[in-house]
């Protein structure tokens, strides 16, 4: 079930929601939000739902099992069994199928293709179970007694298929304490409209572009077509995923959690390094606490921090999706940093306007690898983007059909809105807070309208990173 459908949000949500008020026991409410969850994640994958509970049924009993044994130092052994256990899990799930195909095309064998179609969100919450149990192992946290509050820490909808990645001390307390209140609720509706905005205005308008370029044969590309898909992806991609965690956000707020921010303006940034601590930051600080500093980190020698960060990107690339665009992606973006690192050394400044232009096109051309069906794909779209030619009347054609006087405004809208400067208006009105309380739920209420006529319209695109 999608968020920006109107099952979630005509139905799903208000009957929840309801029920939430009117039940005023904790453990109710706690079970409560469990059933929703079952029931939004079944909506989509009846069958995979099982899967979820079993996977997270395994993890809770392999932390019980390591805290009772920490204190006499055996546990080490059940956090194999436990890593094992979720990656093992990934590999069956997500990459049978793209292992087996890799092993046929290097060595020309013909093994038959294993079709297993990936559960939802199984990315984001073998991540969270994985790090539930390796902090269990490490002893930051207590592995909890109570099966019920693992599974919601699991399961709640607000972030099963999408994330973001929520350790388990950052919320443990909440699941035994939250509060209820007008103002939690409206602030978390008016953060959830922004979201859903995110996605339904801006990122399914781009998305039609995007989809239009992509679904050209390789030897119909040229430079208007490259660029006009680069650019409508890049922001089609960071308000579609950031839109979704900002939805989860709000969606946490209401029900009394606080859910992390999982992005930051990444678009502004004025280095790779920089991008990704704006960037699905979740995912980049989950890689760096359980897999570049158990690797040893920057503690080594700058050898041994070079290949740490490259193993991160590479896994981070492939943790994205079965398919070597992915990979390539990932060293890419790791190549990019061990050069930024290296230049650290050099002792001289370039303009920031010159280090942002840099940045954003790295990027741009970053995101193309990622989105593309295939790497042969991808190098015909980076070239003709490199490539001086001519707009013929038939591209001119093609794009004025998709480049219509809607799509233009969403298109300059959304590269306002990439940058902070509705927070900075919002930060102006601090001292008149009647005035900011008008300006923020006006505006709400705006986009609420919008989203109704968008939802009315039909036109669905499921979001990008639910295929992760």
């Not at 760096?288 to 920057?298: A, K, Q, S």
């Not at 930024?340 to 051309?365: C, D, G």
């Amino acid at each position: 079930m999608e968020f920006a459908s109107a099952t979630f949000l005509f139905i799903f949500l208000p009957v929840v929601l309801l029920l939430y008020v009117v039940l005023p026991w904790k453990q109710v409410r706690n079970w409560l939000l469990i059933a929703a969850s079952l029931v939004f994640y079944a909506w989509g994958e009846l069958y995979y739902v099982f899967l979820m509970l079993f996977s997270t049924a395994v993890n809770y009993f392999l932390s019980r099992a390591m805290e009772a044994r920490r204190e006499r130092g055996s546990n080490k052994a059940l956090l194999i069994v436990a890593v094992v256990f979720n990656i093992g899990l990934l590999a069956v799930f997500k990459y049978a199928g793209f292992a087996v195909n890799s092993f046929n095309s290097l060595f020309g064998a013909a093994l038959p293709v294993p079709k297993i179609a990936s559960p939802l969100g199984i990315s984001f919450f073998t991540f969270q179970a994985l790090s539930y149990d390796i902090d269990v192992f490490r002893g930051d946290v207590k592995a909890t007694k109570s099966f019920a509050k693992f599974l919601l820490y699991i399961s709640f909808f607000a972030q099963l298929v999408q994330g973001p990645i929520i350790r388990w001390s950052s919320v443990s307390d909440q699941l035994d304490e939250r509060k209820l209140t007008a103002e939690g609720v409206a602030e978390g509706l008016r953060i959830f409209i922004i979201g859903l905005a995110m996605k339904l205005i801006v990122a399914n308008t781009l998305g039609r572009v995007t989809s239009f370029v992509y679904g050209l044969e390789a030897s119909s590309l040229n430079a208007a077509y490259a660029w006009a898909g680069a650019v409508c992806f890049l922001l089609q991609i960071y308000f579609d995923f950031a839109g979704y965690s900002q939805m989860a956000i709000g969606l946490g707020r209401i029900f009394g959690f606080t859910i992390p921010v999982n992005f930051n303006y990444p678009y502004i940034a004025c280095s790779m390094t920089d991008f990704w601590r704006r960037w699905h930051i979740t995912l980049s600080r989950w890689f760096r606490d359980y897999v570049y500093i158990p690797l040893g980190g920057n503690r080594r020698g700058a050898f041994r921090t070079g290949l740490n960060k490259v193993i991160v990107f590479l896994l981070t690339g492939l943790w994205h999706g079965a398919n070597w665009t992915f990979v390539v992606w990932g060293a890419y973006n790791g190549a990019f940093l061990l050069a930024e690192n290296s230049l650290k050394k050099v002792k001289f400044r370039l303009p920031k306007a010159v280090t942002w232009l840099y940045t954003i096109l790295a990027v741009t051309i970053g995101f193309v690898i990622f989105n593309s069906r295939d790497l042969a794909y991808a190098w015909a779209m980076i070239r003709n983007m490199f490539t001086v030619s001519g707009v013929g009347p038939e591209t001119a054609a093609a794009l004025s059909s998709v480049f219509k006087p809607t799509v233009i405004a969403v298109l300059a809208a959304a590269v306002i809105a990439a940058t902070p400067a509705a927070r900075i208006i919002g930060e102006k009105l601090s001292g008149k807070p009647r005035l900011q309380a008008a300006v923020r739920y006006g505006a709400a209420a705006i986009l609420f309208v919008l989203c109704i006529f968008f939802v009315a319209s039909g036109n669905y695109n499921p979001s990008i990173y639910t295929q992760f």
